[in-house]
């Protein structure tokens, strides 16, 4: 769906391209190619209400086509495969009240999914209405680069759907019944447009041959041009920067429209966005990277101004495009603030919607926030979807319509349509930033599940439900990466470790801090765990800092000196018990296990060794009375290790696509299963009915989010994400009055 290099395409006709016939067929019309154009007559000659009815009478002929090829395992044919999306989206541009009317003939999931991403994915964000559109095709438009991705099959594009349709607040049942609930950051309704192989530093919008022109840029070095009325690429990366490219704008000179590109060699290009083609030899003028360009008409004379982090402002008039005059200024005057923005701003602009002037924010916060700029009000809540920082925002119009583009450092380009319902609501994982930690417990009978988010708060949840438990737990004065669950005296407290090392204890009843904070560590804590130690409830911490501290929570005093022996951070801390002796294991980046005597503070034995690269997470169980250690690594493998004779059980599990960051043992049914998280996006559950003979059960993908923590419960598997948290169905079941192992992680 690649335009040819060099050309702006030809805005799209009322009707479906293609209409000469179907792909593979003889080169005899076919009939629907026909109604296709009587479809387009009766448009022009009769009355909407008459169109519509014609329009309805097409697309679901069309889809009866494409699910009789379904049902009957053919190959839907590649006419419809292309363009019966756009035939569903008929008039969705010219009638606010029927807009989106005919998208239900497109509900079923399987002929979404058999149709061309692209084509439904462009079609719907066509559209606008997305509060009419079918789950199957808005979560198509929100997870399409996901969706498209290698190896995905039947049941993970299912699954990413579902977790497309938690982020935008929709249903999934119909989707996948395996999420059983999510509460995860909501994101508003967009379309990612993906071509960028590195971070995505600026966008901006412009008018090229009266077509709406958006232009981005970034890392890569390279400059693309899209149509941002179907998120399609225009011809081929605009190359010729040789380091990251930071600016870039439009401007008129002389009636030629050109854009300008600013370069971190403190370069400047104009090329001509018609043909992708450069005008002329880099400008040269600044000493540091160029960090802003801008185009204006002073004085009825074309001006383009450069800024750069020489601290200077450069001018530069273009009598032509090939011979610029130069002048350098370096003054600034702040003229009005805006507060509330909570983190670092990386992008301005000013535009209008529904015929108010916005001023619309991006910067660390991964969203984009509008304001009044006469109030300095904020206008509703973020555009929320952006992965990572959000670097550029640029207001543009597509046939009358305005539009917000965005860049990130998640490589991605985002479209937004500001004038549809499509806020961001106060969910689970709303406005409290990502999650850096979960816990699972049972705490007086029923599950639970504490969570660390950036602004420094833990909160809980009902796993069995997904609903909010309590009120927030403030007091950390830095974020709480680990989180544990433990029992002292028959009281459950929570344990909440932080970034400046301290350790702070919980009642989760309350949600009241319980003692002073525990001080030793002197740099961040990257794991936490409860054990008991001859009748001593001990809590074990890792850290940063390649220690390990316990600490006696009757006395809340350290016990005993500092466990060291590691060479690299320690990344994970567990007790388990091998042959009736509790014995504590930790990982660390030094890609090693090291077993230890809580009761001493000894080492136990040799390091073991055998993974590639750091290990992130260490868990205990047993096997046929054999007790095992599972352990998680950056090289991409689960391994197992019998404690008893020390030695690595089998091969290593392998299948992850990248770090594997958390493991964890249960027992259901009689069966001993482990979870897996990874940074691949994926979460697989393995049974192992030998320690021997470990094999996968199943395999949950959850892209785009990143399952940072994993525990098992209740026949349910649950996935802390960075994004939030979410409850998926276990292949095994459970009678409701089995009891079960319930580990933290």
Known sequence: MRTPAGRIPAPNPAKPAGGTGLVGRSSRTHPLASLSQ???????????????????TITQALASL????????????????LY?????????????ETSGDLWPDLGDLELVDALDLDAVSTAAWRSGKWGRLPPAVVT??????????????????????AVAAARLGIGTNELDERLIWARVRRVVPHLALEGHSKRVRVVAFGDVDGRSVLASAGDDCTVRLWDPGTGQ???????????WVRAVAFGDVNG??????????????????????PIGDPWRGHKNWVSTVAFACVDSRTVLASSSGDGTVALWELKGTHDP??????????????????????????????GQSVLATAGDDQTVQLWEPDSNRRMGGPLAGHGAAVLSVAFGAVDGRTRIATAGDDKLVRLWNPDADQQADGSFAGDHGGIWSAAFCTVKQHLRVAAAFDDNTVRQLDPGTGEPIGDPMRGNTQRARPLAFGTVNDRVLLATASDDGTVQLWDPDTGRPSGKPLIGHSLGICSAAFGTVNGRTLLATASDDRTVRLWDLATQQQAGRA??????????????????????????????????????????????????????SVAFTTVDDRPLLATGGDDRTVRLWDLGNRQQVGKPLTGHGDAVRSVAFSTLGGQTLLASASDDHTLRLWELPHAEEPRLLTAYQLAPLLPIATALGSGLVFAACAEGVLALRSPIQLPASESENHHDV
């Open 563 to 616: 466990l060291e022996g590691h060479s690299d951070l320690v990344r994970s801390v567990v007790f388990g018990t091998v042959n009736g002796r509790t014995l504590l294991a930790t990982a660390s980046d030094d890609r090693t296990i090291r077993l230890w005597d809580p009761d001493t503070g000894q080492p136990i034995g040799i390091p073991l060794e055998g993974h590639g690269g750091g290990i992130s």
């Open 233 to 243: 690429p225009i011809g081929d990366p605009l190359l010729g920067h040789k380091e």
């Open 38 to 56: 009587v479809r387009h007559d009766e448009r022009v000659t009769r009355s909407p209400s008459t169109a519509l009815t014609i329009g309805e």
């Open 84 to 96: 019966l999306p756009e035939h569903a989206a008929y008039d969705a541009s010219d009638d606010a």
């Open 140 to 161: 198509t438009m929100q997870a399409r680069a996901e969706l498209a991705g290698d190896g995905q099959d039947r049941g993970a594009r299912r699954l990413i759907r």
């Open 325 to 354: 005059d130069i002048s350098l200024y370096a003054t600034q005057k702040i003229v009005s603030t805006l507060s509330g923005c909570g983190t670092a701003v990386w992008s301005i602009a000013f535009g209008m919607i529904s």
């Open 66 to 81: 494409a699910s009789e090829a379904i049902k009957e395992g053919r190959v839907v044919e590649p006419y419809l495969r």
């Open 256 to 277: 030629r429209t050109v854009l300008a590109s600013g370069c971190d060699d403190g370069t400047l290009r104009l090329w001509d966005p018609g043909s992708g083609q």
